[in-house]
C-alpha cells in the first residue's frame, strides 16, 4: 500500500506521523507498535497512511516489527546529517536511514533550529541528502511568537520553504512532505486554528506552484503539527490544504494515537 520512497503519492490519502522525539526506548517501541496494529483496523489504512519516527535507536525494532508482523504502519527517522560519511561524531547518514529503509526522515525541525542552531543552509543541505538516499524529507516550517505577533508568519514561513528548497529539482521536490509547525503551538496547549493553519498551508503551496508549477504544488503533501490530538485532528485535516499532522505528544500513547488516525481517516474507534 505504501509506495516507494521517492514516488509522489496521492494526496486524497491523509498522512498523519507520529514524531516520538525523544521518548520510548528500543523496547518500549515492540510493545507501541504491536498496540497500535492491534487498535488501528486495516480498513483505516485505505484512508490514512500512518508512520512513526521513533529514536535513531529503535528504528531497527520498528522495521523489525512491520516486515515480519505485516504492520501496515510505516516508520522513518527524526533527523539525518547533511554529511555522506566520515568523522561527525554522533550524526546518521541518509545511506544509514535508507538501508533501514526509513519511508521519511524529518529535516529542519523548529527543535532542531533552535537547540543545535540549524539555520537555512544546514536545513537546505540535510533536505537534499535525504532525497538523494529516495527519503522524502519531512520539511518543518513555522515562526515564533514575535513573528506571528509582526503579523509576518507568512513571509517568514515561505522564506524557510524557499530556501530549503534551493537546487531541489521539480521531481525531488514533488516527493517532499511540508509541515507547517508553528512554535508557539508546539508542546503548548495552544493549536493554531483550523483557519490560522489552513492560511499558512495554502501559502506554502502557492509558493510551490511559484517555484515548480501546478503540478508539483498540486501532489506535494503540506502537513499541521503543533498540540494536535484526537480531539481537534478533524477540524484541522478538513482544511482543503492540510493533507495531515506531525504530532508531537499525542503520538507517545499508542491508543490516543490510534483513535487520532482513525477519525483523521474520517471514521472514529470506540
Ligand atoms: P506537539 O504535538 O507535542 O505539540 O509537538 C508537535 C511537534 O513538534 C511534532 O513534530
Not at 149 to 164: E, M, W
Not at 216 to 222: C, F, K, S, T
Not at 226 to 233: A, C, L, T, Y
Amino acid at each position: 500500500m505504501t509506495p516507494p520512497a521517492g514516488t509522489a503519492t496521492n494526496r486524497s490519502r491523509r498522512l498523519i506521523v507520529g514524531n516520538w522525539k525523544m521518548n520510548l526506548t528500543h523496547a518500549d517501541t515492540v510493545g507501541y507498535l504491536q498496540k497500535l496494529a492491534r487498535g488501528l483496523p486495516a480498513r483505516y489504512y485505505h484512508n490514512v497512511e500512518v508512520v512513526v519516527l521513533p529514536p535513531f535507536t529503535a528504528i531497527r525494532s520498528a522495521q523489525t516489527m512491520v516486515l515480519s508482523d505485516g504492520f501496515m504502519m510505516t516508520y522513518g527517522a527524526q533527523d539525518v546529517s547533511q554529511h555522506e560519511s566520515g568523522a561527525y561524531t554522533g550524526e546518521v547518514s541518509g545511506a544509514m536511514l535508507a538501508e533501514l529503509r526509513c519511508r521519511y526522515v524529518v529535516v529542519g525541525h523548529s527543535e532542531r533550529r533552535q537547540h543545535h542552531h540549524e539555520d537555512d543552509t544546514v536545513v537546505n543541505a540535510k533536505v537534499r541528502a535525504a532525497l538523494a538516499h529516495g527519503i522524502p524529507p519531512i520539511l518543518c516550517v513555522g515562526e515564533g511568537l514575535e513573528v506571528r505577533d509582526a503579523d509576518s508568519h507568512i513571509g517568514h514561513c515561505t522564506a524557510q520553504l524557499t530556501a530549503a528548497l534551493e537546487k531541489v529539482i521539480p521531481e525531488e521536490a514533488a516527493t517532499v512532505v511540508v509541515a507547517y509547525e508553528p512554535v508557539w503551538a508546539i508542546g503548548t496547549g495552544r493549536v493554531a486554528g483550523p483557519s490560522e493553519a489552513q492560511e499558512v498551508c495554502a501559502a506554502l503551496r502557492t509558493t510551490l506552484g511559484e517555484l515548480y508549477g501546478q503540478t508539483v504544488a498540486g501532489a506535494v503533501r503540506v502537513l499541521y503539527g503543533g498540540s494536535v490530538k484526537s480531539d481537534n485532528i478533524g477540524e484541522i485535516v478538513a482544511e482543503r490544504d492540510i493533507d495531515g499532522a506531525l504530532i508531537g505528544g499525542a503520538s507517545i500513547d499508542p491508543d490516543e494515537f490510534a483513535k487520532l488516525c482513525a477519525i483523521a481517516a474520517g471514521g472514529s474507534l470506540r
